[in-house]
């Protein structure tokens, strides 16, 4: 991951990171990357406060080495994915099965193999959601609300 965001910082792009590191090793290599600027590590925020910090940007991001990524990232959909499309923003994801299909069905943002791909296909593209309150949760609500019941009966 360091070596990508490396790439994507060396292009002038800036990369917001969120969350908490695992182990101090891992702080100190995301320590040493923010010293770019063009990499800037912000703070761990409740969903709600995440959701309305992630609309002042322009993509989510979605990757993992293709050395770490496993057959459970090709079966699931992270939640950042749905906290993206809940902001509105567009998101940009290595070619992961589940996402590359929720991705290209819904059109809410683009599937890339490598930073090299990646670079080239959002050099100077917009891309738009079509609709991100239709993937917001508590949109549907009532709908999770009548799953219970039938499920609990």
Known sequence: MPKFLKR??????????????????????YLKLA?????????TLPPRKL????TKYDYGLIYYPKNQQS??????????????????LPVLSSPYNSLK???????????????HDLIRKINGLEIKMPN???????????ELEELYRKVQE
């Open 8 to 29: 994507l910082a060396n292009e002038e792009i800036h990369v917001h990171i969120h969350g908490i590191f695992e182990n101090e090793e891992t702080k100190r290599v």
């Open 35 to 43: 010293e770019n600027k063009y990499i800037h590590l912000e703070r």
């Open 51 to 54: 959701i309305n910090e992630l």
């Open 71 to 88: 057959q459970m990232l090709h079966t699931s959909l992270p939640n950042k994915f749905f906290e993206y499309i809940s902001a509105g």
């Open 101 to 115: 299909m929720f991705i290209e069905k819904y059109r809410v943002g683009l599937v890339f193999d490598d930073v």
């Open 132 to 142: 991100p309150e239709k993937f917001a949760l508590d949109n549907h609500i009532g």
